[in-house]
């Protein structure tokens, strides 16, 4: 499986930006996509997450602004970044969690993560 992310840039604080990532390669099943961040010297750190119910799941920090959705056909999932404030300053990091079974029924779970990308807000 291969993670294509796109749509990250430089912004003035209160605007917006739209990530997107597109899975590329089959043979597992998706369990879920998401993003996460990593700003200079911080630890990566979830900002959200969607299953393939339909299940999200955000950061404290980003709910109410960030938005994450999924279009299963195309398994690329999006996030919707309104209100940036210069904090949300990270690269930016898609997630891809899945499954399979072997012939002998067994699961074999796998993680994927995509290039990152920056996205920079100015105050």
């Known amino acids: 499986v291969q993670l294509q992310a796109s749509g990250g840039g430089s912004v003035q604080a209160g605007e917006s930006l739209r990530l997107s990532c597109a899975a590329s390669?089959?043979?597992?099943?998706?369990?879920?996509m998401g993003w996460h961040r990593q700003a200079p010297g911080k630890e990566r750190e979830l900002v959200a997450g969607?299953?393939?119910?339909?299940?999200?799941n955000y950061a404290d920090s980003v709910k109410g602004r960030f938005t994450i959705s999924r279009d299963n056909a195309k398994n690329t999932v999006y996030l919707q970044m309104n209100s940036l404030k210069p904090e949300d300053t990270a690269v930016y990091y898609c997630?891809?969690?899945?499954?399979?079974?072997?012939?002998?029924?067994?699961?074999?779970?796998?993680?994927?993560w995509g290039q990152g990308t920056q996205v920079t807000v100015s105050s």
């Open positions: 997630r891809l969690t899945g499954h399979d079974y072997n012939s002998y029924g067994e699961r074999s779970e796998y993680g994927f």
């Open positions: 390669g089959s043979g597992i099943s998706i369990d879920a």
């Open positions: 969607i299953t393939s119910g339909g299940t999200t």
